[in-house]
């Protein structure tokens, strides 16, 4: 649907029988399938090192894409910026779900989600400078510290992993938007494109620990399964439901990612929060659900359109960063698709 309308081309069977399901579908998809990929890449951590696992998890992911979306078809027509900007958001995925992997090895899965979602509150405070961000700011820095405090004695590594994965993850943000932005690149052909060139920086960080494995057809199914479930599916429902939600609305239901995190940490590996870790969890999920940004706060604002035009939904739209309105017409509108932070298409934490 997002590639229909920045290209030009017919939906896919695919994007046609989307939208007969309703988008909160696709984002409960997202959110489940973000942090139960990641549960079960625990488990796996007990018969390959955590970046032994996140090898498989880009690879495996990367392969699904390039057969899927063949982006390089696009890469070749793209301009030199734009193929940097992908460039770019390789490295940050291949860095970013490493020290994320390493983080949960060492802390518990919600801990990890709630630290994540700090930069991204830092970063709509420092857009949309309000007494609302700055609770919301408030908030996450007091959830953030009730789940690190424990944390920095007993596993002070473990903690600047995390803030690591949560700084590249905002970074990621902002090179994914940027990307958005090139209608040359546009959709899940960019997030493909960033995948598929991923391989060999990941493959340089961690492919030695999947060396003593790669005859292991257990460990081998069980990476793929990872790949599919942390990177494809969710980043897929993202899109879905991105595409079709007002952007106040998707901001809301992100909100939820720390405590399903913390649940699916609780079911899938019996780590029982703490009264003080179920509090930060909350603290951050208020922060993340009244945080504003500031494509939510130009979509508020009230807006005229010539008569007898048909005004689409921008409310999941970034405005352009420059350039005054023309006379007598209206605004420019940029052209980029926000992305959620947890996974963006991916943010999430595109693991992430």
Known sequence: MFNQAVRGDHPSMVEKRSEKVPPQAYFIGSAVFHYLGPAFAVLLFARVAPLGVAWLRIIS???????????????????????????????????????????IARLPLGTVSAIEFLPVIVLAAMGVRSLRNGAALALAVAGVYSLVAVQLTGEPLGVALAFGNAALFAIYIVLAHRIAQTAELPGIDGLAGAMLLATPVTTAIGGWAVVPHLLDPVAIGAGIGVGITSSVIPYVCDQLAMSRLPRATYSLMVSLLPATATVIGIVVLTQIPSARQIVGVALVVAAVAIHRDRAAAATAAPATHPPGRTVPDMAGIRPPRSGKPKAGGNPRRGESQWLAPMKPRATGRQRT
């Open 61 to 103: 992911a990367a392969i699904v894409f390039a057969l899927w979306r063949r982006p390089w078809r696009t890469l070749r027509s793209a301009d030199r910026r734009t193929v940097r900007l992908v460039v770019a958001l390789a490295i940050v995925l291949a860095t970013m779900n490493s020290c994320f992997y390493e983080a």
